[in-house]
């Protein structure tokens, strides 16, 4: 017998609240309101913020790879015993290892190099085999970490490639969870919703699932400098990535899990930009968000202030994670003064 397999509870206890494993409590994340930052801008509008850090691995990648794994095993492309492989900057890679620990899978997964030390470890701590790619490569050099997970997919008997960037679920999983739930918080009185663009699931999908409840929601995007988006988007050219040190948002190609259709406008970030303001909104609103999380505020306040909206307008930013993987980067000094973000 499966170990993971649930023994049903003796009778007495059958009606007690209690979640079968981990994969169950993601979602439901509350709204929170800034307070500090916005008046400092000179903003009127009301933002919140959905910290989607308070899912159980710490970031809203935990909604995606449950919903694309629940899904693969309905299908059958994900049996007992098998092993899941995926790339990942490493908030979907720990989203797969906790899956895979608490149904007894295994998992490989492989992450670039410039990812921090806290999110490498916390991979492996859930028992996940990781594989260290260099991140200066192109996406289809036989050693980035696409590729690299590609290879070991195709090498490894009885495995599942979750494919993130590619599998056009992921958009699916924020359409039905996400979506809903910020239009159901607000009680339909959105009139902004700001995300970043890493594969670009979260931003597309949740934004679908609001513009069909009213097409009238501005939908505001946050592309950190180096990225491809920001150029593509205003120009229909894509361009030559450069390399940029904010994790999990922005990439050298497009996603077709990416729908530019939806997105109304797109706000560049740079490093320095994204950093300081995780360190403003951590020790002004005591939201200790990583350097995404940073950039999706910097944009939300810079479209806030730029469009002057209404005191009764309301703006909703998505947090992907939580600033404790980023402990020895952003909120290191030493490390903030040698790449001169800080004096």
């Not at 933002?47 to 935990?62: A, M, Q, Y």
């Not at 908030?91 to 190099?113: C, E, Q, S």
């Not at 400098?225 to 190609?253: M, N, Q, R, W």
């Not at 999706?296 to 202030?305: E, G, K, T």
Request: contains cysteine; proline residues 6%; hydrophobic residues 40%.
């Amino acid at each position: 017998m499966n170990s993971h397999n649930p023994t049903p509870l003796p009778a007495r206890l059958r009606d007690i609240a209690y979640a079968e494993d981990m994969t169950e409590t993601a979602g439901n994340t509350p709204l929170v309101r800034l307070r500090v930052l916005p008046r400092e801008w000179g903003i009127k509008a009301t933002i919140l913020v959905k910290p989607e850090f308070l899912n159980p691995t710490g970031s809203v990648k935990d909604r995606m790879a449950i919903y694309l794994l629940r899904q693969a095993e309905r299908k059958g492309e994900l049996s007992p015993g098998g092993t899941i492989v995926e790339a990942t900057s490493g908030n979907t890679g720990a989203a797969v290892a906790m899956f895979a620990a608490a149904h007894g899978y295994r998992a490989i997964l492989t992450i670039p190099d410039k990812m921090s030390a806290e999110k490498i470890n916390a991979l492996r701590a859930f028992g996940a085999q990781v594989h260290v790619c260099p991140t200066a490569v192109a996406p289809e050099d036989p050693r980035s970490y696409y590729e690299t997970a590609k290879r070991i997919a195709r090498e490894t008997p009885h495995s599942y490639f979750v494919g993130q960037y590619f599998n056009t679920d992921n958009i699916e999983a924020h359409y039905r969870t996400t979506g809903p739930e910020i239009w159901r918080q607000t009680k339909g009185k959105i009139d902004v919703l700001v995300g970043g663009i890493g594969t670009g699931g979260t931003v597309s999908g949740t934004a679908r699932y609001l513009k069909e409840q009213n097409p009238k929601v501005a939908v505001i995007a946050a592309d950190p400098e180096g990225s491809v988006f920001y150029h593509y988007f205003k120009t229909g050219a894509l361009p030559e990535a450069h390399p940029y040190l904010v994790e999990g948002i922005g990439d050298d190609f497009l996603c077709p899990t990416l729908d530019l259709t939806v997105i109304d406008d797109i706000c560049q970030v740079s490093d320095r930009d994204c950093f300081l303001m995780a360190r403003d909104l951590t020790r002004k609103e005591g939201i200790c968000g990583g350097g995404s999380s940073g950039g999706i505020v910097l944009a939300a306040l810079r479209y806030a202030q730029e469009a002057d909206l209404a005191e009764d307008k309301l703006l909703v930013a998505i947090l992907p994670d939580h600033g404790n993987k980023y402990i020895s980067k952003i909120f290191n000094d030493e490390w903030m003064r040698e790449k001169g973000f800080i004096e």
